[in-house]
């Protein structure tokens, strides 16, 4: 979602960013890809999406995905708000049809496209390879807990 917005902000501490959908077995929406082709390029875009890579905030500045870091999590909101002000200044009329125009066209193909997308995401989603796939994440990001949970259950037994 923040490859949609108008400007984006990232801490630099811990902060990352990408499309990681394929390092968890699940396809890039076609037009998720469009947007960030658009922010980054074609040929990064693609060697990105291929390793299901996530970029540390200072790849991400570096790579165009996001427009300034910021310290930490205090940071965001201030920096946010100096940048609204700013983009304020200029009359409303111009800035949003210049927006339209450069996002029109691809935000109505997404828009006539969006539902067959969404059924061929979901098959993929929901077939044997991918379920596990995401069975072995979850369990990875959780640290084992349930697995040690297990443990401690049947050492008490």
Known sequence: MALC????LLTRAGGSMGLNEAALGIPVPRYWMEVM?????????????????????????????????????????????REVAERLR??????????RLMRDELAQQWE?????????SWKLL?????VRALGRVLQRLSGN??????QQRQAKL
Do not use: N
Request: aromatic share 6%.
């Open 90 to 99: 200029i009359p409303a009329a111009g800035r949003t049809a210049s927006k």
């Open 5 to 8: 917005c108008d400007y984006r």
């Open 112 to 120: 006539a496209q969006w539902r067959s997308e969404a059924d061929e």
């Open 126 to 130: 929901s077939s044997d390879e991918t």
């Open 37 to 81: 082709a658009r922010t980054v390029g074609w040929r990064r875009t693609e060697a990105l999406l291929q390793k299901g890579e996530l970029l540390s905030a200072a790849q991400a500045a570096q790579f165009g995905l996001v427009d300034e870091l910021v310290d930490d999590a205090a940071a965001l909101l201030p920096a946010a708000e």
């Open 145 to 150: 807990k349930e697995a040690g949970a297990r």
